[in-house]
């Protein structure tokens, strides 16, 4: 769900790489196409985070073209997006889920920090008491 965005990425005159994330209203650029990538990930993070701090809902991913660069968001940011994202959607607050946790608001403040190193178990510990299931895809590098 919030694991992969596109990225729509278009080489400039000088060389360097334009970078649009379609459906999220980011841009930025790099350059070299490595360095376009990293840096349309750094944006997406930025943006989400910006999501959060701002009580909105995390906007699903567009459809992937195939062959389309992407911007792949580390496993722990994908959890927290859907613990965030979920507990949105059930109107529960940090201190009811804390409470179902047997744990202080602060860890749960915690668990929605894109910066903060939680402990993935934690939040699908978390996820399950709001009847969500984790599943993980290793997949190629391109």
């Known amino acids: 769900m919030f694991s992969k965005y596109p990225l729509h990425i278009e080489q400039q005159k000088d060389g ?4 649009d994330l379609p459906g999220i209203e980011g841009v930025t650029e790099g350059a070299t196409m490595k360095e376009a990538i990293a840096e349309g990930l750094h944006c997406l993070i930025t943006i989400l985070r910006g999501y959060i701090q701002n009580r909105e809902d995390i906007p ?3 459809i992937i073209k195939p062959g389309q660069p992407v911007a792949i968001l580390p496993p722990l940011m994908v959890v927290k997006l859907g613990l965030y994202q979920a507990m949105k959607d059930q109107g529960v607050t ?3 889920l804390a409470k179902q946790l047997g744990a202080s608001e602060n860890t749960v ?3 929605l920090d894109l910066d903060h190193k939680s402990h993935i178990g934690s939040i ?3 996820l ?3 009847d969500k299931q984790v599943t993980v895809e290793v997949i190629d590098v391109i």
Do not use: C, N, W, Y
């Open 124 to 126: 699908v510990e978390a």
């Open 94 to 96: 940090r201190v009811e």
């Open 109 to 111: 403040r915690r668990m």
């Open 16 to 19: 360097s790489f334009f970078i």
């Open 60 to 62: 699903p991913a567009p």
């Open 128 to 130: 399950s008491i709001l």
